[in-house]
């Protein structure tokens, strides 16, 4: 664990338990990083650096519950990053590629429990093929409905109701091996 993420998975745990000055110091430390990660991104539209930042901490703000404790907090909040910047290039139109060695930091803080990626699999494999395509397309790949319907052969409406269904069945499946 590198030292910025302890402190920030420090900060980010005290103001879960109702810190509200370790919660405002870990937001603007967040906030600093972020500004970083827009403007390499971001060098075509500098202008919309302080939006993506703004979005992004309001969005750990709001999913702050949804936070594991026990898991690393930066790849956490950069993963709400990454997919704020999506957001903002498909509003926009914008295709592209982002090297994954920006990423480096990141994913070293984060090792998977073993056989984690096995059971996705393992649990996505038990889905009807619609379905399973339909929880890659959105989940793990980070299509939009439409597009992700799209290539199902589906509405967007279908799509959103087949993605539900699968999701509750893949919870559903995996509480039963908890329990079990």
């Known amino acids: 664990m590198t030292e910025t993420e302890a402190v920030l998975k420090g900060l980010m745990l005290l103001g879960l338990d109702g810190d509200a000055q370790a919660y405002r110091l870990l937001l ?17 539209a500098p202008g919309d650096v302080e939006d993506l930042v703004q979005e992004t901490l309001i969005a750990v ?10 898991q690393p907090f930066t790849p956490w909040a950069f993963a709400l990053a990454r997919y704020k910047l999506i957001d903002h290039w498909r509003r926009r139109k914008v295709r592209t590629t982002v090297p ?7 994913l070293a803080a984060y090792t998977p429990e073993p056989g984690s990626a096995m ?3 393992r ?14 397309d ?14 199902a052969g589906v509405s967007e409406g279908a799509a959103k109701v087949a993605l ?6 893949l919870g ?9």
């Open 61 to 70: 703000h709001t999913r702050r519950a949804t936070y594991d404790r026990a």
């Open 138 to 151: 959105v989940k793990l790949e980070g299509l939009s409905l439409a597009e992700a319907g799209g290539r």
């Open 123 to 136: 649990a996505l494999g038990t889905l009807p093929e619609r379905q399973r395509d339909l929880v890659r």
């Open 100 to 106: 994954i060695d920006d990423y480096v930091d990141v």
């Open 164 to 169: 539900h269904r699968a999701l509750k069945a």
């Open 28 to 44: 603007s430390q967040l906030g600093g990083r972020l500004r970083v990660y827009f403007e390499r991104r971001m060098r075509d």
């Open 119 to 121: 059971d996705l699999d």
């Open 172 to 180: 559903e499946r995996m509480r039963g091996r908890a329990d079990g």
